[in-house]
């Protein structure tokens, strides 16, 4: 039979055990609602430097693009500008600016011109233009043109390409027009061309495979897509601009459309005016060495550097007008 002292040993060690069993449990508890506190002050540093952050990029972006716009002539190298220069004066690496006024070190935007386009993705009845001679000149270029295959229900997709030229005595005049039809099948037809302007000979078919004609087929087909047709002023014609117009089989599709100069030895040429200005915003949130993370934000706009005419001026066009029109 026990004694009343090992009994209370026992009941001492039980509770001793117990009271290490609590203390344990409340430290572990701790340490989460700890640590999940800790989490969520990060992730608030993150949501708010974020949010900052894009609201700044947007801001550069809008700012820079009107200039570009305004005055293309001083964007013709690439260059890169500090969201803190009093160009843009859109943030402050200041470490004692106000925070809603700060932006983390390295916060640039970059602008960058192309004298190609590649992949851009064209709604329907949109219109884009190619330029091919600056300040109203004329040149004999033609222009290639790279896509992708595509029809909705055996409907072709369809691209719709006009040569416009300036002319001394008429002004701006339309030389023709190609449509070239894409897709699977019967549906797919020969290019119509109309007036002074034809597709290449190679392609009297239709488009060809990228890789038919580019050198290192599978790195072109993958840039520009894998379809290609040229197109080209004929006779002794020549033109200033190309417009090139998406009549889609699916009105809510997207249709990537890649052009540069005409291809000569495997190679495109690149077109003799830049097309398109790139705009490359990248903000860094000042708040990163809270959370010793490197967090920024980044956005991409394009800017046609020769935007499309108005489909109301189509109709001028071709009236049947004697009278000189400019554009």
Same mark, same amino acid.
């Given at each position: 039979?026990? +004694?009343?002292?090992?009994? $209370?040993?026992?009941?001492?060690?039980? *509770?001793?055990?117990?009271?290490?069993?609590?203390?344990?449990?409340?430290?572990?508890?701790?340490? #989460?609602?700890?640590? &999940?506190?800790?989490?969520?002050?990060?992730?608030?540093?993150?949501?708010?430097?974020?949010?900052?952050?894009?609201?700044?990029?947007? +801001?550069? %972006?809008?700012?820079?693009?009107?200039?570009?716009?305004?005055?293309?002539?001083?964007?013709?190298?690439?260059?890169?500008?500090? %969201?803190?220069?009093?160009?843009?004066?859109?943030?402050?690496?200041?470490?004692?600016?106000?925070?809603?006024?700060?932006?983390?070190?390295?916060?640039?935007? #970059?602008?960058?011109?192309?004298?190609?386009?590649?992949?851009?993705?064209? &709604?329907?009845?949109?219109?884009?233009?190619?330029?091919?001679?600056?300040?109203?000149?004329?040149?004999?270029?033609?222009?290639?043109?790279?896509?992708?295959?595509?029809? #909705?229900?055996?409907?072709?997709?369809?691209?719709?390409?006009?040569?416009?030229?300036?002319?001394?005595? *008429?002004?701006?005049?339309?030389?023709?027009?190609?449509?070239?039809?894409?897709?699977?099948?019967?549906?797919?037809?020969?290019?119509?061309?109309?007036?002074? %302007?034809?597709?290449?000979?190679?392609? %009297?078919?239709?488009?060809?495979?990228? /890789? *038919?004609?580019?050198?290192? +087929?599978?790195? /072109?087909?993958?840039?520009?897509?894998?379809?290609?047709?040229?197109?080209?002023?004929?006779?002794?014609?020549?033109?200033?601009?190309?417009?090139?117009?998406?009549?889609?089989?699916?009105?809510?599709?997207?249709?990537?459309?890649?052009?540069?100069?005409?291809?000569? $030895?495997?190679?495109?040429?690149?077109?003799?005016?830049?097309?398109?200005?790139?705009?490359?915003?990248?903000? #860094?949130?000042?708040?990163?060495?809270?959370? $010793? &993370?490197?967090?920024?934000?980044?956005?991409?706009?394009?800017?046609?550097?020769?935007?499309?005419?108005?489909? *109301?001026?189509?109709?001028?066009?071709?009236?049947?007008?004697?009278?000189?029109?400019? &554009?």
């Amino acid at each position: 039979m026990k +004694s009343k002292k090992s009994i $209370n040993r026992g009941v001492k060690g039980s *509770t001793l055990v117990l009271v290490l069993i609590v203390v344990a449990v409340v430290a572990a508890v701790l340490v #989460y609602m700890l640590s &999940k506190i800790q989490l969520q002050l990060q992730q608030e540093v993150l949501e708010r430097g974020t949010d900052r952050a894009e609201q700044q990029a947007l +801001s550069a %972006l809008d700012k820079l693009s009107k200039d570009v716009m305004e005055h293309p002539s001083d964007y013709e190298e690439a260059k890169e500008f500090d %969201l803190s220069d009093t160009k843009l004066n859109i943030c402050r690496t200041d470490i004692n600016a106000p925070v809603e006024e700060r932006c983390g070190e390295g916060s640039k935007v #970059y602008v960058t011109r192309y004298s190609e386009v590649v992949k851009y993705y064209m &709604k329907n009845d949109e219109s884009i233009q190619i330029d091919v001679a600056a300040n109203r000149h004329n040149a004999k270029l033609g222009i290639a043109i790279y896509t992708e295959a595509g029809q #909705y229900r055996n409907v072709p997709d369809t691209l719709l390409i006009m040569g416009y030229k300036y002319d001394q005595g *008429t002004g701006l005049k339309a030389i023709g027009e190609c449509m070239v039809n894409y897709g699977g099948g019967h549906a797919v037809a020969s290019p119509d061309c109309l007036g002074h %302007l034809a597709v290449k000979s190679a392609y %009297l078919n239709g488009p060809l495979d990228t /890789a *038919t004609v580019v050198t290192q +087929s599978a790195g /072109a087909s993958s840039k520009y897509g894998s379809k290609i047709i040229e197109v080209i002023p004929s006779g002794d014609d020549s033109v200033a601009f190309y417009r090139i117009k998406a009549l889609l089989a699916d009105i809510n599709s997207r249709f990537p459309v890649s052009v540069t100069g005409p291809v000569e $030895n495997g190679a495109p040429v690149q077109l003799p005016s830049a097309q398109v200005a790139v705009l490359t915003a990248r903000v #860094y949130s000042p708040d990163a060495d809270k959370i $010793n &993370k490197k967090i920024y934000t980044e956005y991409t706009r394009m800017i046609w550097l020769h935007p499309a005419m108005p489909e *109301t001026f189509d109709w001028v066009l071709f009236n049947g007008s004697d009278k000189p029109i400019t &554009k």
